[in-house]
């Protein structure tokens, strides 16, 4: 049964910082009143923690009893570097540790050490959210990727455990082929979903609702007692 509590008063955002690899990443941290498990972002290309679309698939999966973490995954000054170099926004590998990290942290706070994890990735961050997923399995319940480049998680696609739903726009033709790739070479329960007329960045009217819904009732399913 699908449950949705949007009528709720607004949760609390707290801002958090959490340590990294050497760094400290700041975050915006959301937890509804009966949260059942908590959805961490993995942002894509050149975004961070402010972006407008992940913020209101956040805001949906608040409505829906997920507690979420917006995190920037680069520094203030590394951010600066990436505008001119657009080179930190693809280093997966890099984005993937401090994933870790931030599950890490996850797992240690009093507010969110009894929460399983879903992870949500857009663009390249997806691939980072695919790798986290495959390297850290534990607590793990789900990852969803929106508009993302799982191709480039390589050959982790194949140790991800934790079930996977892909969303792609139906009119992002090259982005859908390549998830189409990546979803053959899944060995976990994994679904791919493509959200009519939405483009690469889902900003046709109804798209990003739509991609917003679609990735609440998944991690719903697998976040429900069984």
């Known amino acids: ?60 999966l608040n409505g829906y009893k997920f507690a979420t973490l917006l995190a920037d ?7 600066i570097i990436d505008e001119r170099t657009r080179h930190l926004r693809f280093d997966i590998p890099m984005l993937a540790d401090r994933l870790i990290d931030i599950a890490t942290w996850l797992q240690r706070e009093p507010q969110t050490k009894d929460f399983k994890i879903g992870w949500f990735g857009a663009s390249t961050g997806a691939a980072a959210a695919l790798i986290a997923a495959a390297r850290r399995p534990e607590n793990v319940i789900a990852v969803v990727s929106r508009g993302g480049r799982p191709d480039l998680a390589g050959s982790y696609l194949s140790q991800v455990i934790a079930p996977v739903l892909l969303i792609v726009g139906e009119n992002d033709l090259e982005v859908l082929e390549l998830n189409k790739s990546a979803l053959a070479q899944l060995n976990t329960e994994a679904r791919l ?34």
């Open 1 to 60: 049964m699908r449950t949705n509590h949007t009528s709720e008063l607004i949760p609390e955002t707290r801002a958090v910082q959490i340590p990294a690899a050497g760094v400290v990443l700041n975050a915006d941290l959301t937890i509804p009143e009966g949260a059942v498990a908590i959805v961490a972002f993995a942002h894509g290309s050149g975004s961070s923690r402010h972006s407008s679309r992940n913020r209101y698939v956040a805001k949906t």
């Open 73 to 79: 995954l680069l520094t203030e000054e590394e951010e």
């Open 193 to 226: 979903e493509s959200v009519p007329n939405a483009t690469h960045l889902f900003e046709e009217p109804g798209t990003l609702a739509a991609a917003a819904l679609l990735a609440a009732e998944w991690f719903q399913v697998y976040s429900s007692p069984i």
